[in-house]
């Protein structure tokens, strides 16, 4: 059957867009469905906005530090409706980067939502466009927990981006590196947060030290967490919302805020494109793919959020590529999800690559790991009144000496583990590690002949 496109890419954000440029660089006739701004998560609501924020934040602590530096500055005042049109106006530049980056790689954009009709058929708004090929990149969405009455009052991180006004006190649900890194922000933009979390500290998943290492952090600086708690109404009050929550002793707290935020995780869009008319199997609320992201139907493929095995940008990119090579390219290359680097960018910030403590010792034996720690007082910290200290942690494996994970909280940590990642995803040992001379006075220098 002739097709009007070799390949049909379902969803234009990070995944979607890589895997349609690079298959139209190998000479494939690639369509591109987006139902929304073109960028995906990422550009419109989610890396680039959220970093955008971060940096915003941080001239707090910048500003304070200057005075300690000798700078007399004036009166300081931080103002939200300035930084969402700067960053509405940044993100529209980037919808226009892609734009032109897909027209140029000759790729057809058919902006309007994507269903099945039937496995190579498919309607895109009006029109019905037939493919050999197909990719679903159609990422994900924020849940909210459906057993918490009123959570329909609480926002998520989708509507964060557009409040007309900077809450005064906000109430965060969820421990995760989203909530967390929300918290971060409004603290630094000067917002009263409360974290409500299940967990005994933020972040699980990571390096159980780093994530202790943070929460204290997180907590000097201000951030009211609750840890062991669970959120079991909202509800509207005079001066915005109420959150009820209980401790594991049974306890209830109501705290008030403005505005609530449910950063309780994300589930991978895989509803009302009519998976079920064509057999794309789901499991476990994602698509199910092998290594080479073909879906049960052979035809069909899927990358990045929607198959929910790491959710992170450049991860959908590489997978992105990788099936395009496969399945264009005649090139066949397998992405090794241990050692992917990801950053957390709370205050401190937090940066990992490869496997924490706890993975590695359960991976080779608790007797074949040995770890390294270093815990300072930065240098452009020294001339502050506050105290904050970096941790830098390495996980080796004695009888290889091959560094597993390389973990680091303190400013810059992912600039700094970004360049580390190489080393480790190239299999350094601690003796390369040691071998590299330092760069002095730095911060990463401490990654260099830890004792
Ligand atoms: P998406 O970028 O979500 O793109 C999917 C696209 O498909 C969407 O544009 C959607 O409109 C479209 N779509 C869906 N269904 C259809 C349909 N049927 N027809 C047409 N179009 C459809 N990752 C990092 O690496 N670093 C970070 O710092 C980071 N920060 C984040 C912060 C937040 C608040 C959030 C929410 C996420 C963050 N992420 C971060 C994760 C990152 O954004 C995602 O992993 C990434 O965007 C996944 O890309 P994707 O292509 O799989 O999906």
Redesign the pocket.
Known sequence: MACDFDLLV?????????AARRAAGHGARVGL???????????????VP??LMVYAAQFSDQLAIAANYGWRLGERQFNWPTLISAIDLEVQRLNGVYQDLLDKSGVEILP????FVDGHRVT?GDATVTAAKILL??????IRPDNIPGIEHAIT??D?FHLPQQPQRLVIIGGG??GS??ASIFNGLGTEVIQIIQDDKVLSGFDDELRSEIHQAMQRRGIKIVAQSETIAIAPAESGLTVTVTTQQGQETIFSGVVSLAATG?SP?VE??GLEKVGVAVEEGAIAVDAQYRTSVPHIFA????INRV???????RE?RLFADTEFGQKTNILDYDAIP??V?TTPEMSTVGLTEAKAAKTFGKDDIQTYCSRFQPLYHSLSDRETQSLIKLVVQKTTDRVLGAHMVGDHAAEIVQGVAIAVTMGATKADFDATLAIHPTTAEEFIGLG
Do not use: Q, W
């Open positions: 379902i969803g234009g954000g990070s995944g979607g867009i890589a469905a987006e139902a929304g701004r073109l960028g995906g998560t990422c550009t419109n609501r989610g890396c959220k970093k309007h939502y994507a269903r895109v990149a159609t990422g994900g969405k924020p991180s989708d964060i590196y989203i890194e929300f994300r869009n009302g494109m990358i990045g959020d929607v959710s992170l940008t450049p991860v959908a990119i992105a990801t950053a960018f």
